[in-house]
């Protein structure tokens, strides 16, 4: 079973409301309230997409960053002028800019990833209090999340002098109680939230061939232990996140340390796929304060930037060709593989229907099958790259597109419609 406590006491503690139907109603940070893109049961949503009707649009610069939720607010960023990063805070309900915060922070990435643009990419977390963006040349700036003020910034290859990423700062942060969780500087890092000072630092990699890597940290309970799972450029880690002690650690095969997408985890295992290589689970064993790793079984699928989801004994991936493959978790079965979507996904999941963004502007609604391939429906909703994370709340849909952000709404008819 997988737990988090350390975050829901977070929420609590930061006015945020968490719990029942409450749970629905924010979405504030990577891959949603506990991290794994799950959406709480209420309010229930339709099984089509007809009723879907766009609230309002904001024009932005480009940016792959995925927007946030939190109480009456949506949090967003930017890339302008190919030299400013903007984050900019939005009414909710309306749209309007309640405020906006700037830097100089661009940076051009390698010839070979220009296709996908040199744009801010991570996403911002926020306990309510304070939000945490992560700048493309390795920074980490802390705003106060009513005014937008500046609390404090710092910048890892200036305090720890590492590499500036040839990617940027890719992983998205982690907000956990008093302390704030990052995959920077060459290394992971425990951040005091307040302040900024480090906490402790492990993991260091010394900076490898590109730099920091793109997996964001995950919180987990594994055998009883509270931990974050880390995915670096070229191994998966067990992090106690009081001390920062590794508590096990196991080499993740990749194509030029491209271990990207977050992994989940399922009966104290992991399940991770990686660029050109192949889709990995892995057991994690405990015996009193020792751990091992052992590999459960791998197949050949190739995952690439898309993030699993899990329902029920089944993964569910979107693989580097651009379909969507069915795992079954207890042997590494591929159940099916479906017809090619675009080159990347992000997903939500509401018990067994899972709605996905594609890339190419689609939103798609299917059922999680383990025995065939089930789609419910799709729409275009937008004629722009789709690249940032869908985000979730209350029913609420929040699409991130190349230029701009939208509010999708099911009509008031619709959303008492599930089947």
């Not at 002690?245 to 271990?259: K, T, Y």
Request: aromatic share 10%; glycine share 10%; hydrophobic share 40%.
């Amino acid at each position: 079973m997988i737990t988090i406590p350390t975050l829901a006491g977070m929420l609590l503690a930061s006015g945020i409301a968490w719990g029942g139907k409450a749970q629905t109603t924010v979405w504030p940070q990577w891959r949603g309230p506990t991290r794994d893109a799950k959406v709480s049961a209420t309010p229930a949503w339709p099984r089509n997409l007809n009723g879907l009707e766009r609230s309002w649009h904001v024009k932005l610069g480009p940016g792959y960053s995925g927007p946030i939720v939190v109480n009456d607010r949506v949090f967003v960023t930017e890339t302008k002028d190919r030299k400013w990063e903007i984050v900019r805070a939005l009414d909710r309900k309306s749209g309007r800019e309640l405020w906006q915060s700037k830097w100089e922070g661009a940076m051009s990435v390698p010839f070979f990833a220009k296709a996908n643009g040199d744009w801010i990419r991570a996403t911002p977390a926020c306990d309510g209090d304070s939000l945490f963006v992560a700048g493309m040349r390795d920074v980490l700036v802390c705003l106060d999340a009513q005014s937008g003020t500046k609390r404090w910034r710092v910048d890892f290859v200036e305090r720890y002098g590492s590499s500036l990423p040839a990617f940027g700062f890719v992983s998205s942060p982690l907000v956990m109680g008093d302390h704030v969780f990052v995959q920077a500087g060459a290394s992971f890092i425990k951040l005091d939230k307040k302040t900024g000072k480090t906490v402790w630092r492990t993991l260091d990699d010394g900076g490898g061939m590109y730099g920091s890597a793109f997996s964001s940290p995950y919180p987990t309970t594994i055998h009883g232990k509270s931990q974050i799972l880390v995915q670096g450029r070229e191994k998966l880690s067990g992090v106690d996140p009081e001390s920062g002690d590794v508590l096990w650690s196991q080499a993740v095969p990749s194509f030029r340390g491209m271990n990207i997408l977050t992994p989940t985890v399922h009966n104290n295992g992991i399940f991770t796929s990686t660029h050109r290589n192949k889709t990995f689970f892995y057991q994690i064993q405990r015996d009193g304060n020792e751990y091992s790793v052992q590999e459960t079984w791998r197949n050949k699928a190739q995952g690439y930037m898309s993030s699993p989801v899990i329902i029920g004994d089944y993964a569910y991936l979107h693989l580097g060709n651009g379909r969507l493959a069915c795992f079954d978790l207890r042997t590494g079965e591929q159940q099916w593989r479906s017809k090619s979507f675009g080159k990347y996904w992000s997903m939500a999941v509401q018990d067994d229907v899972i709605l996905a963004l594609d890339e190419r502007g689609d939103l798609i609604l299917i059922r999680a099958n383990p025995q065939k391939f089930e789609l419910l429906d799709s729409k275009q909703i937008s004629d722009q790259d789709t690249w940032g994370h869908i985000a979730v709340a209350a029913g609420e849909i929040f699409i991130r597109e190349l230029h701009g952000i939208s509010k999708f709404v099911w009509s008031a008819a619709q959303k008492h419609k599930p089947e």
